[in-house]
Nanobody, 128 residues
Framework: QVQLVESGGGLVQAGDSLRLSCALSGGTFSLYAMSWFRQAPGKAREFVSTISWNGGRILYGDSVKGRFTISRDNAKNTVYLQMYSLKPEDTAVYYC?????????????????????WGQGTQVTVSS
C-alpha cells in the first residue's frame, strides 16, 4: 500500500522560506509523477506544482510561479517543495499527491481528480 508522508510545515513570517518534504513508501516512487496541492480554510483545493518521474517536466500554479521550486530525489523516494518569499495568502494545508504509475517519464497531471494517492497534509502558516 502506497503511503505519502509530508513534513516541514510550520509557522513563518512573510518573506521567509520553508521547505516541505514528502516521502513515498510501499510503491515504486520513480514511476509516479508527484504533485503538491494546498487548501486554505473555506477554499477549494488548489494546484501548486507537479514534477514528472524523470524530473524533466514541471508545472506550477500561477500563484506560486517564480517563488516555489519543486524537486525530487528518486534515490530517497522523496519530493520537495522549496517555498521562497512566502506571503500570508500562502497559508494553507499543503498536500503531497502521486499520480501514475507511468511508463512515460515526462507525464504529469495537475488536477486533484487525477491523483491516485494523497498524504495527510502539513500546515503552513505565514504571518504578516
Amino acid at each position: 500500500q502506497v503511503q505519502l508522508v509530508e513534513s516541514g510545515g510550520g509557522l513563518v513570517q512573510a518573506g521567509d522560506s520553508l521547505r516541505l518534504s514528502c516521502a513515498l513508501s510501499g510503491g515504486t516512487f520513480s514511476l509516479y509523477a508527484m504533485s503538491w496541492f494546498r487548501q486554505a480554510p473555506g477554499k477549494a483545493r488548489e494546484f501548486v506544482s507537479t514534477i514528472s518521474w524523470n524530473g524533466g517536466r514541471i508545472l506550477y500554479g500561477d500563484s506560486v510561479k517564480g517563488r516555489f521550486t519543486i524537486s525530487r530525489d528518486n534515490a530517497k523516494n522523496t519530493v520537495y517543495l522549496q517555498m521562497y518569499s512566502l506571503k500570508p495568502e500562502d497559508t494553507a494545508v499543503y498536500y503531497c499527491a502521486a499520480s501514475g504509475p507511468y511508463l512515460n517519464g515526462a507525464e504529469v497531471r495537475n488536477r486533484a481528480d487525477d491523483m491516485k494517492y494523497w498524504g495527510q497534509g502539513t500546515q503552513v502558516t505565514v504571518s504578516s
